[in-house]
């Protein structure tokens, strides 16, 4: 069993609907992540935030605005998406901050977003 | 930037056969990761590793890292319907922190 829980694990929206996307971790790990897959292909990395700072931010469109609110949370708002957007959304979690190579990461599993 | 490479993209196999999946990343890695994927799931972190010439085994499973730390494979004996999946490699470059770049992965079925 995963110890980084997300909801929903199933969302359909409508390109003009506002929603987010939760994550939760209590493995006290220090950065978080947000990754997109789609079908076949490796996860793509969005958002990482590092001690509850962004650090990385992958060139992601603004309609996608990630918020963490505390150690434990990361959220991923959604307003005006596209079809196109629809993926399984990955968080993920690891046990020390963002800039130490030696992370091992631990994902969620993970919220099937559907645009229509 | 860098690029792993995986192959092969796809796999089938009879069960009790063997399986090797590799990986070939275009820059020097600090250490080599693989996860697994079932149908409908999450990718899943099966090992890390660190050293140069690496090898590691989890039961059935070996995994290795090449002298260079540019290449790793990982090898099934006697594959079973429980290791159906897509096999990802991932890798952080020296510079890339905790920037992973994943593999295209490679998908196994095994036919019982």
């Known amino acids: 069993d995963t110890e980084v829980t997300q909801t929903p694990k199933h969302l359909v929206m409508g390109m003009t609907n506002k ?14 992540y947000w990754y997109k897959q789609k079908a076949k292909k490796p996860p793509e990395l969005m958002f990482v935030y590092s001690y509850e700072k962004l650090s ?28 196109e957007d629809s993926a399984l959304y990955l968080c993920a979690s690891s046990q020390q901050g963002a800039s130490w190579s030696g992370n091992t990461i631990y994902f969620g599993e993970g919220s099937w977003l559907t645009v229509v | ?21 590799y990986c070939n ?57 429980t290791d159906v999946g897509t096999y990802f490699c991932a890798g952080p470059a020296w510079t890339s922190g905790s920037r992973l770049t ?6 196994l079925t095994v036919n019982p």
Not at chain 2, 102 to 107: A, D, L, M, R, V
């Open chain 2, 102 to 107: 994943f593999g295209e992965g490679t998908q």
């Open chain 2, 1 to 21: 930037g860098q690029q792993v490479m995986q192959i092969p993209q796809y796999q089938h196999v009879q069960e009790g056969e063997d399986f090797t999946t």
């Open chain 1, 56 to 83: 990385i931010n992958e060139s992601v469109p603004s309609r996608f605005s990630p918020e963490c609110p505390n150690s434990s949370l990361l959220n991923l708002h959604l307003h005006a998406l596209q079809p």
């Open chain 2, 25 to 81: 990343s275009s820059t020097t890695l600090s250490n080599i990761q693989w996860y697994k994927q079932r149908p409908g799931g999450h990718p899943v972190f099966l090992i890390q590793l660190v050293k140069s010439g690496e090898v590691k085994k989890q039961k059935r499973l070996t995994f290795q890292f090449g002298e260079a730390k540019k290449n790793s494979s990982l090898h099934i004996t006697a594959t079973q319907t």
């Open chain 1, 19 to 32: 929603k987010s996307l939760k994550c939760e971790q209590h493995m006290g790990h220090r950065a978080m």
